[in-house]
């Protein structure tokens, strides 16, 4: 009996969007070509998207597997074309087995290479352990990359503006509040994420003070981040109804 | 009377006149200079006075790809005139080439600290970066040939060319000196961690304070074990060179451990393919530990998709599907981070999350049961394991924050006084 209800919602919704579609064509307001069935499709997409707001249905699951293998598909050109081809295929293979190549190949690209290749040992039981040597390498890059970069980006860059005088250079009262606030602040949160250390007597009211700062903060960028949420469904809305439909002009 | 009376007033306006014209031309003379700098009066100058002390040099501390100018400012400076560097790769060339035009009252020394520091005198001087390789379109660097340079002060149709010809040539240099500090900040993190691991190890009963989004592990765990349902840890977006992805790696060994003991079933959901990969090794690894390494499966740790809706998208379907007992969101989210944590809500998951991205934070607090903010995230590892290198790792860290508030507090106040010499001592290149 669900199943049955659930199926007759999904065919009546798709029949009127086939039917508003095709009025839609009729009546000029889609052009009949690729731009008009490109809107068509934008909008089915996004409508079988937000029908999860209603519940799980086979056109979300279309768009969902849609959506997965379009972007895979994306990545696999995108890596193609922007990496593998032009660092890889034309720097060293074709100036190594082409006679037409005009420049030299470039040796240096063997090592990532053979790096890369070990990646796909991972399929072979014997070799499989050579794939390690990659993530080694990945993942001690990455590290030693990071360690200057966090210091200087969550340590150097942080300190520098906290170190702001309170009085001098003529501040004005509030400005000097302002920095004892912000002082007040980092430390306290500062305080709150020390972990070796027991919470009780004074460190715990300091950290206190620490979670209302990290509260209010959230409690900001919370606001900030639903406004920006909010300009995208207006986007999209905008979309069906003027793009599409023809309503908003 | 009267003319005794009228003397005195026609005496004081002629001299009140003559006195207010003598003033009147001495504060146009005085203050010319200024009326023609603000604009109110501005008009091009009608002679050019020429800076002194033009200078080239080679830029300390890049590549190899710049060569720096300076030289001093001009009486002359202003909106409307310009200075104009030329370069030639020959001392007796002709010098058409323009390296670089800028207005005369920017560009000084004061925008680069890194190399003149915080003199006072940095705003007598004009200063510039000339990169000969974009000047001549791409052309390959000579890292041996010197450049010749030479500096033109132009007014409309006023121009004036110095004679002096400043030359340079760009080298790289293997150290750039002015990341000490960043270096030094390192050394001494390191060496306060190697210290703490080594206490870890002789006192192993170190004392950590609760996290409480921790304590909920086994919670969720054991609740999934009930069930019969599966567990699922989501990966964030990025790669494993971020930090949170290693941590989150970290933390997933430990659930994966736990997992492996309780005999219930694991799902990891990954956005890229080389942290899938190590995600894979790990879940492995503690199936190992656990003696349990028929339960293993390289199947349920899987690439879902690499791009970040299609992966929110992916992740939603398997959330609803599968009905997951337990979310784990760990790692650096983007936008998608309040989408998942809101399907997996939806569904009844117990949900717990850790991230340090923090404009996401508010989305997991609001959604998920618990939520490891920022470092707790870090933290999370050590706590989990108990491992005395993780453990004095993180009592290190704490060391490090200490050190962090003593250097704010003082600084600070040294600031308040006029002393800036710590403000300048942390200053990031």
């Known amino acids: 009996m669900r199943k049955d209800s659930n199926f007759f919602v999904l065919v009546g919704t798709i029949g009127l969007f086939v039917c508003i579609n095709i009025f839609l064509m009729a009546s000029g307001k889609l052009p009949f070509s690729f731009d008009g069935f490109g809107v068509i499709l934008g909008a089915g997409l996004t409508l079988a998207i937000y029908s999860f707001l209603y519940k799980d249905n086979p056109a979300f699951k279309i768009a969902e597997n849609l959506y997965v293998g379009v972007s895979l598909g994306y990545t696999i050109i995108i890596t193609w074309f922007n990496f593998l081809k032009p660092d890889l295929y034309d720097s060293l293979i074709v100036p190594m087995f082409s006679k037409a190549a005009t420049k030299a190949p470039q040796y240096a690209l063997i090592f990532p290479s053979m790096l890369g290749v070990f990646m796909f040992l991972r399929f072979s039981r014997k070799l499989s352990w050579l794939s390690r040597w990659t993530f080694a390498f990945v993942v001690g890059l990455g590290a030693g990359v990071s360690i200057p970069r966090v210091i200087s980006a969550f340590i150097l860059e942080q300190i520098k503006p906290s170190l702001h005088p309170v009085f001098s250079g003529g501040e004005t009262l509030f400005s000097s509040v302002n920095t004892l606030l912000i002082m007040l602040g980092v430390i306290s949160v500062l305080i709150y994420f020390i972990f070796s250390v027991e919470h009780k007597g004074a460190i715990g009211k300091i950290s206190k003070i620490g979670i209302w700062f990290l509260m209010i903060s959230f409690g900001a960028s919370f606001g900030y981040t639903v406004m920006g949420r909010l300009s995208l469904l207006i986007g999209r809305i905008q979309f069906l109804l003027r793009d599409w439909l023809g309503v908003l002009q | ?429």
């Open chain 2, 1 to 429: 009377m009267s003319s005794n009376r009228t003397f005195p007033v026609s005496f004081f306006t002629v001299k009140t006149f003559v006195v207010r014209k003598y003033f009147f031309v001495a504060a146009i003379i005085l203050l010319s200079p200024c009326l023609l700098n603000t604009g109110i009066f501005a008009q091009l100058p009608s002679f050019l006075i020429p800076p002194t002390e033009f200078k080239a040099f080679d830029t300390p501390n890049d590549a190899g790809e710049t060569i720096s100018l300076t030289w001093s400012i001009s009486p002359s400076d202003a909106p409307d005139v310009f200075y104009v560097v030329y370069i030639d790769k020959d001392k007796n060339g002709d010098f058409e080439k323009e390296a670089i035009r800028i207005k005369s009252n920017a560009s000084y020394r004061t925008a680069a600290p890194e190399i003149y520091g915080h003199k006072k005198s940095n705003g007598n001087y004009h200063y510039v970066q000339i990169f000969p390789k974009k000047v001549f379109n791409g052309e390959t660097i000579d890292k041996r040939r010197v450049y010749y340079f030479k500096l033109a002060m132009v007014a409309g149709n006023n121009k004036i060319v110095l004679d002096t010809i400043a030359s340079a040539r760009a080298h790289g240099n293997w150290l750039h000196l002015k990341k000490t500090n960043n270096f030094l900040i390192m050394m001494t993190l390191s060496a306060i961690i190697l210290y703490f691991i080594v206490h870890a190890r002789q006192n192993p009963n170190m004392f950590l304070r609760k996290i409480s989004g921790l304590d909920a592990v086994d919670e969720a765990l054991g609740r999934a074990t009930e069930m019969g349902k599966p567990v699922l840890f989501v990966h964030g977006l990025t790669g494993m060179g971020s930090i949170s992805t290693i941590a989150a790696t970290n933390i997933l060994g430990r659930i994966a451990r736990k997992i492996a003991d309780y005999d219930a079933n694991l799902k990891v959901v990954n956005n890229d393919p080389i942290v899938m990969s190590v995600s894979q090794e790990v879940v492995k690894e503690s199936y190992l530990e656990a003696g349990r390494p028929d339960a293993y499966s390289p199947d349920n740790v899987f690439l879902v998709a690499s791009e970040q809706f299609p992966y929110v998208a992916a992740v939603g379907g398997i959330m609803t599907r599968e009905r997951p007992a337990a979310n784990f969101f760990v790692g650096y989210f983007y936008a998608e981070a309040l989408i998942l944590a809101e399907t997996g809500a939806s569904t009844g998951a117990i949900q717990i999350a850790g991230t340090d991205a923090y404009t996401q934070l508010p989305f997991f607090i609001t959604t998920c049961d618990y939520t490891l903010i920022g470092e707790e995230l870090y933290a999370a590892s050590a706590y989990l394991s108990r491992e005395p290198m993780l453990m004095g790792t993180l009592r290190a860290q704490d060391v490090g924050k200490g050190i962090l508030i003593v250097i704010l507090i003082l600084g600070t106040i040294l600031a308040s006084f006029g002393l800036t010499f710590i403000t300048h001592l942390f200053e990031a290149f």
